[in-house]
């Protein structure tokens, strides 16, 4: 069960139940916004970190993915797996689109994550 965002500007607000387990699907991207990475962690900004200090995979440290562009909260793991999985199947184009509703600017959305 996904938990339902709150969108302000640029910043998005989830309001979820206390104590609950927190999964996040995240697109990440280089520099010049040429590449993306799609992900899972139950904790974003220590994930983040990790890329952005060059300690994630091979891929992201190749393509030096440092910035989070995209990213949502799920309750239950099964359903951010799928999630991601269903990001990863789909085409440039429409991880471009899904980034454009939430962050049409493209701006590092890290520090947010983090809250």
């Given at each position: 069960?996904?938990?339902?965002?709150i969108?302000?500007g640029n910043?998005?607000?989830?309001d979820e139940?206390?104590g609950?387990k927190?999964y996040?699907?995240?697109?990440?991207?280089?520099l010049?916004?040429t590449?993306?990475?799609?992900g899972i962690?139950?904790?974003?900004?220590?994930r983040v970190?990790?890329?952005?200090q060059?300690?994630?995979?091979?891929?992201?440290?190749?393509y030096?993915?440092?910035?989070?562009?995209?990213?949502?909260?799920?309750c239950d793991?099964?359903?951010?797996i799928a999630?991601?999985k269903e990001?990863?199947?789909?085409?440039?184009i429409?991880?471009?689109?899904?980034?454009?509703t939430?962050?049409?600017?493209?701006l590092d959305?890290t520090?947010?994550?983090?809250?």
């Amino acid at each position: 069960m996904a938990i339902s965002p709150i969108y302000s500007g640029n910043v998005i607000f989830y309001d979820e139940p206390m104590g609950e387990k927190k999964y996040f699907v995240y697109i990440l991207t280089n520099l010049h916004n040429t590449t993306l990475y799609t992900g899972i962690t139950n904790n974003i900004f220590r994930r983040v970190q990790q890329h952005k200090q060059g300690e994630g995979g091979q891929f992201s440290q190749k393509y030096k993915m440092r910035k989070l562009v995209y990213y949502e909260v799920h309750c239950d793991v099964r359903t951010a797996i799928a999630r991601e999985k269903e990001i990863k199947g789909g085409s440039r184009i429409k991880k471009v689109e899904l980034i454009a509703t939430l962050n049409p600017d493209w701006l590092d959305l890290t520090l947010e994550a983090g809250k």
